[in-house]
């Protein structure tokens, strides 16, 4: 099946500062959604982006479909930021079977 | 915003229980999904339902488990006899119209079996 890594495993920031979390796969895709669990364990819906690229506020994604990967941008990092993000995609040969990476753990201090 | 809900939010059973866990999907939505997520491990896909059949299933989805949408709006996974390892938090997720579409996740149902 279809392969997920994200990179860093762990990131840790002071409040203000940017970062970029990537996610590569192995295979074509249909879906690629990245999420943010919060620490009640829910998973908040960040973007639907199987190609191209999105902006929401102070976030960003970007996907290069051919060559595999996707980029999160976070600017001006909040304490609210923390949690889990994890990447998630679907394989041209799924049937709605989404494959998750196994997430970076983001911690932002005050 | 229509949103996915998932009742019971937490559940307490003991090892060789039966339990059922429910989503109420999002109106409209054709496509219906569990996932578990073991504590501190990534999400695992479980089943994908449509048409009132499951169109997919991984190997943890094994004959413990079952899926059904009883009575046209929620849509239940039953595990027949629980056991340690199967404590976890388990989402519900739909899709609206193509299967390729956004995947919504209820706020999840977590799952510990003593």
């Known amino acids: 099946g279809i392969q997920v890594e994200q990179s860093p495993p762990d990131l840790i920031l002071q409040e203000g500062a940017n970062s970029t979390l990537r996610c590569n796969f192995s295979?074509?895709?249909?879906?690629l959604q990245w999420f943010h669990q919060n620490p009640w364990g829910q998973l908040i819906n960040l973007f639907y982006?199987?190609?191209g690229t999105k902006q929401n506020g102070r976030l960003s994604a970007t996907t290069v479909a051919t060559e595999r990967y996707s980029l999160l941008y976070i600017s001006s990092s909040q304490t609210t930021d923390s949690g889990v993000y994890f990447c998630?995609?679907?394989?041209?040969?799924?049937?709605?079977?989404?494959?998750f990476g196994q997430g970076t753990i983001l911690t932002v201090h005050p | 915003e229509p949103e996915v809900t998932q009742t019971p939010s937490h559940q307490v059973t003991q090892m060789g229980q039966e339990v059922i866990l429910r989503c109420v999907p999002i109106?409209?939505?054709?496509?219906f999904y569990w996932y578990r997520q073991i504590l501190g491990q990534k999400v695992e896909f479980l089943v994908s339902?449509?048409?009132?059949?499951?169109?997919?299933k991984s190997e943890i989805f094994d004959d413990q488990f079952s899926v059904e949408r009883p009575d046209g709006s929620n849509f239940t996974l039953k595990i027949r006899s629980t056991k340690l390892e199967d404590s976890a938090m388990y989402f519900c997720?739909?899709?609206?119209?193509?299967?390729?579409?956004?995947?919504?996740f209820g706020p999840g149902t977590r799952l510990t079996v003593l």
């Open positions: 997720a739909t899709t609206g119209l193509a299967v390729g579409d956004t995947q919504y």
């Open positions: 982006i199987p190609s």
């Open positions: 295979d074509s895709v249909n879906n």
């Open positions: 998630a995609v679907m394989g041209g040969t799924s049937y709605g079977k989404l494959t």
């Open positions: 109106s409209n939505h054709l496509y």
């Open positions: 339902f449509y048409n009132n059949e499951i169109s997919e």
